[in-house]
């Protein structure tokens, strides 16, 4: 069996994968407080958000930041980007249907269950589709057990996350929502890495596929501009409650200058100047 180490860059891979999946998830919360307080296209637009800040960087993109620190001996690894773009569009869909599912059906029990349900064999799936873009001359095998429970943790952090993205408000109880979340993640990731059997295998064809700093490093890029776009319409568009606030104070301040018009005086009526009268005039008679 060869040797696997998942720490090959010590506390620096996990630390900052479990950093970008609670930003992730902490501003797909945030997107998902702001879908709560609208409906139609705008619902819609917010809830499409938060489906990708969660599912890309608080999901996807944790579990490649964590994939730069695992290693296998001296070998070489790639990855399969077709496979390992899939994986990505997988996470995101899977949670999209998940926030729209239990946004439209509300916080009944079967709808959340079965969301969470749905969610969380979609992100395992994500997971191992991950894996199985690895290129390296090795066979890989995995415990059917930790496999398990790798799905299991994925499953119930994908219940508490929707459930979350309905009842969660306010910035210190989003972070602590989006911490919770971010360990759930990364406790299923490392779960499913550790059910991993790795065997050398003598392949004498070059490895196809792309390394993964190369092809790691543009897409943080790419998603990081998503996030921080999506950060910043958070923070600089007005929340319903605020907007309501702001027609509040407009009526308001129609009403005033509305009475005010009513209370001023009305100035009396001109004299009327006397006629003046031309030498062309003919006297009255």
Known sequence: MSHVDHFSYGLLTPVLAYVMSSVGCMLGLLLT????????????????????????????????????????????????????????????????????????????????????????????????????????????????????????????????????SLRVSGMLATGGAAMIMAL?????????????????????????????????????AVLGLLTLGLLLTVVLSPSQPELDHDAVLLARLENRRAEARLQEPVAPPAAQAPKSRSLFDSPER
């Open 33 to 164: 407080a702001r879908a709560r307080e609208t409906v139609g296209a705008a619902r819609v637009r917010w809830l499409a958000s938060g489906a990708l800040s969660i599912g890309g960087t608080g999901i996807w993109v944790m579990h490649f930041v964590a994939m730069m620190g695992f290693s296998v001996g001296d070998g070489q690894i790639r990855y399969d980007v077709p496979l390992t773009i899939g994986s990505a569009a997988l996470a995101v869909v899977v949670v999209g249907v998940g926030l729209f599912l239990v946004s439209y059906r509300g916080e009944r029990f079967v709808p959340l269950v079965s969301g969470g349900v749905l969610t969380g064999l979609g992100v395992a799936g994500m997971h191992y589709i991950g894996m199985f873009a690895m290129r390296m001359p090795t066979h890989l095998s995995y415990d059917p057990t930790l496999v398990g429970i790798s799905v299991a943790i994925a499953i119930a952090a994908s219940v508490v996350a929707l459930w979350f």
């Open 184 to 220: 759930a993640v990364c406790g299923m990731h490392y779960t499913g890495m550790f059910a991993l059997e790795v065997r050398p295998r003598l392949s004498p064809a070059p490895l196809g596929g792309a390394k993964g700093i190369d092809f790691m490093l543009p897409t943080l």
